[in-house]
């Protein structure tokens, strides 16, 4: 049982599954947010986006990114700040923050749980678009999970193709 993580315990939750499902032959496992939401009075900084950084080295075990774009991004939507900032310090293009977007839009910040709705809403729209994998038709991506103090924990993605329906 994991706990008190936050927003981002949905990252360290896929982590452990993917480690179990891996290391234990025919495991299925099942992976459950649920949140108790404790209230603080603590102002999230607009300007404190400086641990992007962070981004670049979980990439080096797969080459370094260059273009940021050429990634697909499952972002928890925490706020429309985030989202914003994210795209200025990335100079990310509108659209590839779109999922998160859709996701804060219409549930609103869900804590953990927001990652898996960006993750079906961006899964849909692949499939919606003719998109070749489930990242918005790109083979890389990153799940970033913002957690208290702004803090963040990130975990690389690998899509997986999608199969015509015929």
């Known amino acids: 049982m994991i706990y008190q993580q936050g927003c981002f315990a949905c990252d360290i939750a896929l982590r452990l599954a993917k480690d179990l499902a891996?290391?234990?032959?025919?495991?299925?496992?099942?992976?459950?947010?649920?949140?108790?939401?404790?209230?603080?009075?603590?102002?999230?900084?607009?300007?404190?986006?400086?641990n992007l950084r962070s981004i670049a080295e979980a990439f080096s075990p797969v080459g370094m990114i260059t273009n940021w774009d050429?990634?697909?991004?499952?972002?928890?939507?925490?706020?429309?700040?985030?989202?914003?900032?994210?795209?200025a310090r990335l100079g990310l293009e509108k659209h590839k923050l779109r999922a998160s977007r859709h996701v804060l839009n219409e549930y609103g910040n869900m804590s953990s749980a927001s990652v898996f709705f960006v993750m079906d809403e961006m899964r849909n729209k692949s499939?919606?678009?003719?998109?070749?994998?489930?990242?918005?038709?790109?083979?890389?991506?990153v799940l970033l999970g913002f957690g208290p103090g702004l803090t963040l924990k990130t975990v690389v993605l690998h899509s997986i193709p999608i199969k015509p329906s015929h």
């Open 70 to 87: 050429s990634i697909f991004y499952v972002v928890h939507p925490g706020g429309l700040a985030i989202l914003d900032q994210m795209e």
């Open 22 to 50: 891996e290391n234990n032959k025919g495991a299925r496992v099942l992976v459950i947010c649920s949140e108790i939401l404790a209230i603080f009075f603590r102002g999230l900084s607009d300007t404190n986006m400086d």
């Open 127 to 141: 499939v919606e678009e003719g998109k070749h994998t489930t990242g918005e038709g790109l083979e890389w991506g």
